[in-house]
């Protein structure tokens, strides 16, 4: 009897170290989801384009869909222009 519980404990910690690393590859490496960007049970609520990164943040913006945010994008930027070639994610807080 001890060596079945000693069996199913090992296998029980082995599940969640399995969904531990599954679930850190789907938060953190492309072309997963990124937890940060809102994982929903039916699958990812934006589509992975790359990371934020200097660049983006000193031009201002980004071409992207709505549902194209970058990773690391600040709270603060916004999207405009849904819908067309000049979809972007912008800071509304720098003057272009």
Known sequence: ????????????????????????????????CACSLEYTITGCKYTYVGYFNQGDAQQGWYYGEYNQKKIGTPDSWEHKFSGTRSAQWYDPNKTI
């Open 1 to 32: 009897m001890d060596k079945k519980i000693l069996l199913i404990l090992t296998f029980v910690i082995a599940v969640i170290i399995c969904y531990g690393f599954f679930y850190f590859l789907s938060c953190n490496v492309a072309p997963f």
